[in-house]
Protein backbone atom coordinates (compact mmCIF):
# COMPACT_ATOMS: atom_id res chain seq x y z
CA UNK A 1 0.00 0.00 0.00
CA UNK A 2 1.21 3.39 -0.94
CA UNK A 3 1.95 5.31 1.89
CA UNK A 4 0.10 8.35 2.10
CA UNK A 5 1.87 11.56 0.45
CA UNK A 6 2.40 14.65 2.75
CA UNK A 7 0.49 17.79 1.30
CA UNK A 8 2.02 20.96 -0.39
CA UNK A 9 3.04 23.17 2.27
CA UNK A 10 0.67 26.32 1.97
CA UNK A 11 2.48 29.23 0.39
CA UNK A 12 3.84 31.99 3.28
CA UNK A 13 1.83 35.17 2.15
CA UNK A 14 4.18 37.60 3.46
CA UNK A 15 6.28 36.36 0.97
CA UNK A 16 3.73 36.37 -1.72
CA UNK A 17 2.70 39.84 -0.87
CA UNK A 18 6.38 40.28 -1.36
CA UNK A 19 6.18 38.86 -4.58
CA UNK A 20 3.45 40.57 -5.88
CA UNK A 21 5.29 44.13 -4.95
CA UNK A 22 8.15 43.06 -6.86
CA UNK A 23 6.22 41.97 -9.99
CA UNK A 24 4.24 44.85 -10.26
CA UNK A 25 7.27 46.98 -10.04
CA UNK A 26 9.00 44.77 -12.97
CA UNK A 27 6.16 45.13 -15.05
CA UNK A 28 5.72 49.15 -14.75
CA UNK A 29 9.43 49.64 -14.80
CA UNK A 30 9.39 47.93 -18.65
CA UNK A 31 6.57 49.50 -19.49
CA UNK A 32 4.00 46.62 -19.74
CA UNK A 33 1.33 48.69 -18.51
CA UNK A 34 0.95 52.55 -17.34
CA UNK A 35 -0.38 54.47 -15.02
CA UNK A 36 -2.75 52.98 -12.95
CA UNK A 37 -3.73 50.06 -15.16
CA UNK A 38 -3.52 46.43 -14.84
CA UNK A 39 -3.93 44.25 -11.76
CA UNK A 40 -2.19 40.98 -10.32
CA UNK A 41 -3.50 38.50 -7.76
CA UNK A 42 -2.15 35.40 -6.01
CA UNK A 43 -4.05 32.70 -4.46
CA UNK A 44 -3.26 32.14 -0.79
CA UNK A 45 -5.46 29.02 0.55
CA UNK A 46 -9.16 30.47 0.27
CA UNK A 47 -7.92 33.65 -0.19
CA UNK A 48 -6.86 35.56 -3.06
CA UNK A 49 -4.65 38.88 -2.65
CA UNK A 50 -5.56 41.46 -5.39
CA UNK A 51 -3.71 44.72 -6.31
CA UNK A 52 -5.97 47.76 -4.81
CA UNK A 53 -8.00 49.88 -7.27
CA UNK A 54 -6.49 53.09 -8.29
CA UNK A 55 -2.59 52.34 -7.25
CA UNK A 56 -0.24 51.71 -10.08
CA UNK A 57 1.58 48.64 -10.57
CA UNK A 58 5.05 50.88 -9.76
CA UNK A 59 3.89 51.66 -6.39
CA UNK A 60 2.42 48.27 -4.31
CA UNK A 61 3.07 48.67 -0.62
CA UNK A 62 2.98 44.45 0.51
CA UNK A 63 0.98 45.98 3.37
CA UNK A 64 -1.96 47.78 1.04
CA UNK A 65 -3.10 44.78 -1.11
CA UNK A 66 -6.58 43.24 -1.02
CA UNK A 67 -8.28 40.21 0.00
CA UNK A 68 -11.33 38.82 -1.51
CA UNK A 69 -12.39 35.25 -1.61
CA UNK A 70 -13.38 32.59 -4.34
CA UNK A 71 -16.48 34.74 -4.78
CA UNK A 72 -14.74 38.12 -5.37
CA UNK A 73 -16.10 39.39 -1.72
CA UNK A 74 -14.15 42.19 -0.63
CA UNK A 75 -12.43 40.18 2.89
CA UNK A 76 -9.62 42.38 3.64
CA UNK A 77 -7.32 45.51 3.23
CA UNK A 78 -7.82 48.13 0.98
CA UNK A 79 -10.89 48.32 -1.99
CA UNK A 80 -9.51 45.62 -4.48
CA UNK A 81 -9.36 46.56 -8.03
CA UNK A 82 -12.58 46.95 -10.06
CA UNK A 83 -11.48 44.02 -12.04
CA UNK A 84 -11.12 41.93 -8.93
CA UNK A 85 -14.28 39.85 -9.94
CA UNK A 86 -12.37 38.85 -13.17
CA UNK A 87 -9.59 37.17 -11.25
CA UNK A 88 -11.90 35.20 -8.58
CA UNK A 89 -14.00 33.66 -11.91
CA UNK A 90 -10.33 32.64 -13.32
CA UNK A 91 -9.42 30.88 -9.98
CA UNK A 92 -12.76 29.26 -9.77
CA UNK A 93 -12.54 27.46 -12.70
CA UNK A 94 -9.01 26.76 -12.44
CA UNK A 95 -7.99 24.74 -9.25
CA UNK A 96 -4.09 25.02 -10.35
CA UNK A 97 -4.01 28.12 -11.11
CA UNK A 98 -2.12 30.25 -8.44
CA UNK A 99 -1.81 33.70 -9.90
CA UNK A 100 -3.06 35.68 -12.60
CA UNK A 101 -2.27 38.87 -14.13
CA UNK A 102 -4.15 41.74 -16.32
CA UNK A 103 -1.76 43.62 -18.21
CA UNK A 104 -3.09 46.48 -20.96
CA UNK A 105 0.25 46.44 -22.68
CA UNK A 106 0.34 48.20 -26.14
CA UNK A 107 0.79 45.16 -28.31
CA UNK A 108 -1.59 42.80 -26.94
CA UNK A 109 -4.46 45.41 -26.46
CA UNK A 110 -2.99 46.60 -30.25
CA UNK A 111 -4.31 43.27 -31.59
CA UNK A 112 -7.84 43.36 -29.22
CA UNK A 113 -8.63 46.13 -31.46
CA UNK A 114 -7.96 44.97 -34.44
CA UNK A 115 -11.32 43.78 -36.87
CA UNK A 116 -11.58 40.69 -38.81
CA UNK A 117 -9.92 38.39 -36.29
CA UNK A 118 -11.05 34.82 -35.20
CA UNK A 119 -12.16 35.49 -32.04
CA UNK A 120 -11.58 32.11 -31.09
CA UNK A 121 -8.22 31.71 -31.65
CA UNK A 122 -6.60 35.71 -31.83
CA UNK A 123 -2.65 34.93 -32.98
CA UNK A 124 -0.73 32.32 -35.93
CA UNK A 125 1.49 29.92 -33.53
CA UNK A 126 4.83 32.00 -34.48
CA UNK A 127 6.63 30.68 -32.07
CA UNK A 128 7.15 27.61 -29.64
CA UNK A 129 7.13 29.37 -26.58
CA UNK A 130 3.41 30.72 -27.49
CA UNK A 131 2.36 27.45 -28.36
CA UNK A 132 3.74 26.15 -24.98
CA UNK A 133 2.52 29.03 -22.42
CA UNK A 134 -0.48 30.85 -24.37
CA UNK A 135 -2.27 28.96 -27.50
CA UNK A 136 -5.22 28.93 -27.96
CA UNK A 137 -6.03 32.48 -27.51
CA UNK A 138 -10.00 33.47 -27.75
CA UNK A 139 -10.95 37.26 -27.95
CA UNK A 140 -13.98 38.15 -25.79
CA UNK A 141 -16.53 40.63 -26.89
CA UNK A 142 -15.66 44.43 -25.49
CA UNK A 143 -16.82 44.99 -21.85
CA UNK A 144 -16.50 48.53 -19.89
CA UNK A 145 -14.08 48.20 -17.45
CA UNK A 146 -15.44 46.74 -14.26
CA UNK A 147 -18.59 45.67 -16.05
CA UNK A 148 -19.47 42.48 -13.81
CA UNK A 149 -21.43 40.72 -17.04
CA UNK A 150 -18.57 39.89 -18.35
CA UNK A 151 -17.91 37.25 -15.17
CA UNK A 152 -19.68 34.66 -16.54
CA UNK A 153 -18.32 34.51 -19.90
CA UNK A 154 -14.41 34.71 -18.77
CA UNK A 155 -15.19 31.82 -15.68
CA UNK A 156 -16.33 29.44 -19.16
CA UNK A 157 -13.92 30.78 -21.46
CA UNK A 158 -11.10 30.03 -18.47
CA UNK A 159 -12.21 26.81 -18.52
CA UNK A 160 -10.69 25.68 -21.43
CA UNK A 161 -7.99 28.65 -21.99
CA UNK A 162 -5.12 29.39 -19.34
CA UNK A 163 -4.91 33.19 -21.27
CA UNK A 164 -7.69 35.50 -23.26
CA UNK A 165 -8.34 39.24 -24.95
CA UNK A 166 -10.79 41.39 -23.58
CA UNK A 167 -11.70 43.33 -27.03
CA UNK A 168 -10.01 47.29 -26.67
CA UNK A 169 -8.89 45.98 -23.18
CA UNK A 170 -6.14 44.22 -22.79
CA UNK A 171 -4.86 40.16 -21.96
CA UNK A 172 -5.66 38.17 -18.83
CA UNK A 173 -3.10 35.29 -17.80
CA UNK A 174 -3.56 32.23 -15.26
CA UNK A 175 -0.38 30.19 -13.38
CA UNK A 176 0.65 28.21 -11.11
CA UNK A 177 2.19 31.03 -9.34
CA UNK A 178 3.58 34.54 -10.46
CA UNK A 179 5.99 33.77 -11.85
CA UNK A 180 4.41 31.36 -14.64
CA UNK A 181 0.98 34.10 -15.16
CA UNK A 182 3.71 36.62 -16.07
CA UNK A 183 5.44 34.20 -18.15
CA UNK A 184 2.33 33.71 -20.30
CA UNK A 185 1.45 37.63 -20.06
CA UNK A 186 4.63 38.71 -21.31
CA UNK A 187 4.45 35.69 -24.42
CA UNK A 188 1.39 36.76 -25.30
CA UNK A 189 2.63 40.32 -25.33
CA UNK A 190 5.44 39.95 -27.33
CA UNK A 191 4.09 37.13 -29.68
CA UNK A 192 0.96 40.21 -30.25
CA UNK A 193 4.02 42.65 -31.24
CA UNK A 194 5.49 39.70 -33.72
CA UNK A 195 2.33 39.63 -35.06
CA UNK A 196 1.98 43.34 -35.78
CA UNK A 197 5.60 43.48 -37.07
CA UNK A 198 4.34 40.59 -39.25
CA UNK A 199 1.11 41.42 -40.61
CA UNK A 200 1.74 42.58 -44.22
CA UNK A 201 4.23 39.74 -44.68
CA UNK A 202 3.37 36.12 -46.01
CA UNK A 203 4.76 33.98 -42.53
CA UNK A 204 5.53 30.24 -41.80
CA UNK A 205 3.65 29.53 -38.41
CA UNK A 206 4.51 26.03 -36.99
CA UNK A 207 2.48 23.48 -38.35
CA UNK A 208 -0.29 21.55 -37.18
CA UNK A 209 1.98 18.66 -36.63
CA UNK A 210 4.20 20.48 -34.66
CA UNK A 211 1.86 22.30 -32.66
CA UNK A 212 0.16 18.90 -31.24
CA UNK A 213 3.76 17.99 -30.69
CA UNK A 214 4.46 20.67 -28.22
CA UNK A 215 0.80 20.70 -26.59
CA UNK A 216 2.11 16.78 -25.79
CA UNK A 217 5.26 17.65 -24.53
CA UNK A 218 4.04 20.66 -22.61
CA UNK A 219 0.54 20.15 -21.69
CA UNK A 220 -1.39 23.14 -20.48
Known amino acids: MRPPQPRPAAPDEAGVRDDIVRLGASIFARGLTFGRTGNLSARVGHRILVTPTGVSLGGLDPDGLAAIDLDGRHVSGPKPSKEAFLHAAVYRSRPDAGAVVHLHSTHAVAVSCLDGLDP ?42 RCFLVANHGSVAAGADLAAAADAA ?9 FLLLRDRPINPLTADQVSDLRRRYPL
Open 120 to 161: TDVLPPVTAYYVMRVAPLPLLPYHAPGDTSLESLAEETARRH
Open 186 to 194: EELEETARL
